[in-house]
């Protein structure tokens, strides 16, 4: 009987967590469900808009469909310079021939980030919203599952989610190239 009551206690301490992983009310936007808060946890296997892939895909993706490979990774440090458009950010490295577009990303963005995201994907697509993006940000970040449906919403089809992100690229001893933020465009 101790036993039983041992292993019931230690299953609903482990739902109890599972239920904490996944984020409360608070943590998701009501009108668009991205996730606001709490954007270091882990994620779902699946994202509405996207295809989960793995290195060997994107390996595929950029040698047969010349993907575009796309970093949302967030700005770390003062962000964006309002006066200049230039990104007061930490630099990291990410995998070779990303873009980096910093917080676009996150749950909610102004109508300035979603003008540099839809500038920059139109660039970089050439127009051509069937073009294949792969879209990363760290492992157990949010950011690229906000990322996808965000950009699925704008019409792209060819949308790819690199849910592991650059701790995945290390751990498979990828090759990194410094990453720049592309600058806010001012008008």
């Not at 882990?42 to 993706?61: K, T």
């Not at 490979?69 to 995998?95: F, R, Y």
């Amino acid at each position: 009987m101790i036993r039983c009551l041992g292993i019931l206690a230690g299953l609903l301490a482990l739902s109890v967590v599972a239920v904490a992983d996944e984020g409360g009310p608070a943590d998701f936007d009501s009108a668009t469900g991205y996730r606001i808060a709490r954007y270091r946890s882990p994620v779902p296997a699946e994202v509405p808009g996207g295809v989960r892939v793995g290195v060997d895909e994107i390996d595929r993706l950029v040698k047969d469909e010349q993907a575009v490979l796309l970093d949302v990774m967030p700005s770390d440090g003062a962000g964006l310079n309002a006066e200049t458009g230039q990104w007061a950010t930490k630099k990291h490295q990410n995998i070779p021939g990303s873009i980096w577009l910093p917080d676009v990303g996150k749950g909610r963005i102004t109508a300035e980030l979603q003008d540099y995201l839809e500038s920059n994907l139109r660039r970089s697509t050439a127009g051509n919203k069937s073009r294949a993006i792969v879209i990363y940000c760290q492992s157990d970040c949010w950011m690229g599952w906000n990322a996808v449906q965000r950009i699925a919403g704008l019409g792209y089809t060819s949308l790819y989610w690199y849910p592991d992100g650059i701790d995945g690229w290390r751990d498979w001893d990828r090759e990194f190239a410094p990453a720049d933020p592309v600058p806010v465009v001012r008008k």
